[in-house]
Antibody, heavy 121, light 107 residues
Framework: QVQLVESGGGVVQSGRSLRLSCAASGFSFSRNAMHWVRQAPGQGLEWVAVISVDGRDYHYTDSVKGRFTIARDNSKSTLYLQMNSLRDEDTAVYYC??????????????WGQGTLVTVSS | EIILTQSPATLPVSPGERATLSCRASQSVRSYLAWYQQKPGQAPRLLIYGASNRATGIPARFSGSGSGTDFTLTISSLQSEDFAVYYCQQCSDWPRITFGQGTRLEI
């Protein structure tokens, strides 16, 4: 069965960096675009970033452009999110999510359990 | 940015009843709309994509309709496990993906 397991969250000071990982199993990882979606405590969902199947194409929500980098290693079936210059407003549970398609149609059919990132000033 | 407005914010219902949730877009999203269910402490689950297509494994009591700016998620006969928060999401304006603020179904 499809499994997505995030790791790397924690408490970090404002301005510092953190790298999240998402280990995928149960499907051919290289055949799906992948996303990060976050949810601030008690709030709704916010899409963060997407990466193509080959890792060459990616997009970000405006609030993280220039600070976050999405990447993938298909040989390890792992998705990453490098987060730099963290701000208080980045505090959230971060989910990795599988796109339903290789060509990124932005529907998310499987989600990890999430990893909590807390940015403290 | 396309804004999705869900109504009502909270919907009191009882098991066995029919629930109708609304999602309105600030501009047309054609049929590029999905619905997700989220229970406390869990990740969201895809219910409907393309406005009216049920995702794999989703019971037939869940149905989606609409196009353009007005969309509806209907749960025909509520089960106890359906009490959750429901989000709509548009992907018409990719990569500027947006979600609604959610509707909470409560007893």
């Amino acid at each position: 069965q499809v499994q997505l397991v995030e790791s790397g969250g924690g408490v970090v000071q404002s301005g510092r960096s953190l790298r999240l990982s998402c280990a995928a199993s149960g499907f051919s990882f290289s055949r799906n675009a992948m996303h990060w979606v976050r949810q601030a405590p008690g709030q709704g969902l916010e899409w963060v970033a997407v990466i193509s199947v080959d890792g060459r194409d990616y997009h970000y929500t405006d609030s993280v452009k220039g600070r976050f980098t999405i990447a993938r290693d298909n040989s390890k079936s792992t998705l990453y999110l490098q987060m730099n210059s963290l701000r208080d407003e980045d505090t959230a549970v971060y989910y990795c999510a599988r796109d339903t398609s290789a060509s990124a149609n932005y529907y998310f059919d499987f989600w990890g359990q999430g990893t909590l990132v807390t940015v403290s000033s | 940015e396309i804004i999705l407005t869900q109504s009502p914010a909270t919907l009191p219902v009882s098991p066995g009843e029919r629930a109708t949730l609304s999602c309105r877009a600030s501009q047309s999203v054609r049929s590029y709309l999905a619905w997700y269910q989220q229970k406390p402490g869990q990740a969201p689950r895809l219910l409907i994509y393309g406005a009216s297509n049920r995702a794999t494994g989703i019971p037939a009591r869940f149905s989606g309709s609409g196009s353009g700016t007005d969309f509806t998620l209907t749960i025909s006969s509520l089960q106890s496990e359906d009490f959750a928060v429901y989000y709509c999401q548009q992907c018409s304006d990719w990569p500027r993906i947006t979600f609604g603020q959610g509707t909470r179904l409560e007893i």
